[in-house]
């Protein structure tokens, strides 16, 4: 079976605007969450979210693309150009023909329907922007990359809630290893800070007020985030012949359903996509020192996500570092996985565990060791990144430090 590495990153999030910074701001415990500024929420209760900041399209891209791209397209774009530059791949000599693009969303161009439905429903208006479709399909930022890049391979979206990045991600890796591509630009994007996002989200009451506490007793619920991350992937093969820096190996992936329920978390569904990737991982419990949980610190998730760790983990589960960076940098609906993934793959480049903040105080339920407030030095060789998304829909990543 073929070796899949990690060649390239890129991100725009809350905790910063390139991998670097993100990286920095993430294991520094910097929280990313605050008043909502780029928008107005005079109607919602939750006033909170995590933005990206100082982002400016102009800057970046033409009117004439501003004009065809809703705000989760010109962040993947963002992302991705720092990734392909990062993996300095050239795209020429028949390899955008061998290059994959999965890339996922939750929800797509909400920006674009939230002022559509305000000028039709509030304001009268008799028509939209002519690229209102164009720029609302979850797939807009797979065509976007696509047409920049000149990529003509295998190109399509995911959309799976909250696992919709997780599992582009293994899509690739899918597609890498049968040979069908020798390169894939995956990873997800999401703009959901809008009234008509917040609103119908407080609906559900899982968010939260004051800030993002995962794991923590008296914990709120999640906050609302935004962000693209991309990586590069590549079979070894193809890395090593081009001689590209490697940061880590993408070793294994596993993937289920849950089959009960839309809403509630299933302790039996997150163990056995966890098992999954373990085994298509060639890992053993023992083996894993670091999980990126899915964390949203919503009641229901964090005690059912403690649970499927120990029911997997057994009595290594109390030696493991497990953390939610969603408590700094939101939570980015399909996107996060691809930014918790950036995430693991810096635990493991800088043998440190991110931390969980927002600690309130202890929940019996939750008897894990969280990482609460600052990070944490480890060796950390191998380490997992979990999406647990509603629908029961479960994606978990493995990653291995990369060792020739």
Known sequence: ??????????????????????????????????????????????????????????????????SQM????????????????????????????RTAIVYGTGIGGQQTQDDNYRQLYAEGAKRVHPFAIPRTMPSAATSQISMEFGITGPSLATTSACASAAHAIGMALL?????MVDVAITGGSEA?????????????????????????GKRGGMVLGEGAGTLILETLDHAQQRGAKIYAELSGFGMCADACNLVKPSIEGMARAMSLALSDASLVPSDVAYINA????????????????????????????VSSSKSMHGHLLGASPAIEAIATIAAIQE??????????????????????????????????????????????????????
């Not at 597609?175 to 040979?179: E, Q, V, Y």
């Open 1 to 66: 079976m073929m070796r899949v590495v990690v060649t390239g990153l890129g991100c725009l999030s809350p905790l910063g605007n390139n991998t670097n910074e993100f990286t920095k701001n993430l294991l520094g415990g910097i929280c990313a969450i605050g008043p909502v500024e780029n928008i107005e929420v005079l109607q919602a209760r939750t006033k909170i979210a995590a933005e990206v900041k100082n982002f400016s399209p102009q800057k970046h891209f033409t009117k004439s693309q501003i």
């Open 70 to 97: 809703d705000r989760f397209s010109l962040l993947a774009l963002m992302a991705t150009r720092e990734a392909v530059t990062d993996a300095n791949i050239d795209f020429s000599n028949g390899l955008a023909e």
């Open 175 to 179: 597609m890498l290893r049968s040979g």
């Open 192 to 216: 959901p800070i809008t009234p008509g996002s917040i609103l119908p989200w407080e609906g559900l009451r899982v968010l939260s007020k004051t800030t993002c506490s995962p794991f923590s």
């Open 294 to 321: 899915h964390g949203t610190g919503t009641p229901q998730n964090d005690p059912v996500e403690t649970s499927a760790i120990r029911k997997v983990f057994g009595d290594h589960a109390d030696k493991l570092l």
């Open 351 to 404: 043998q440190c565990a991110p931390p969980t903040m927002g600690f309130i105080e202890p929940d019996p339920d939750c008897d894990l060791n969280y990482v609460f407030g600052k990070s944490q030095e480890q060796e950390i060789d191998s380490a997992l990144s979990n999406s647990f998304a509603f629908g029961g829909l479960n994606a978990v990543l493995a990653f291995k430090r990369f060792l020739d």
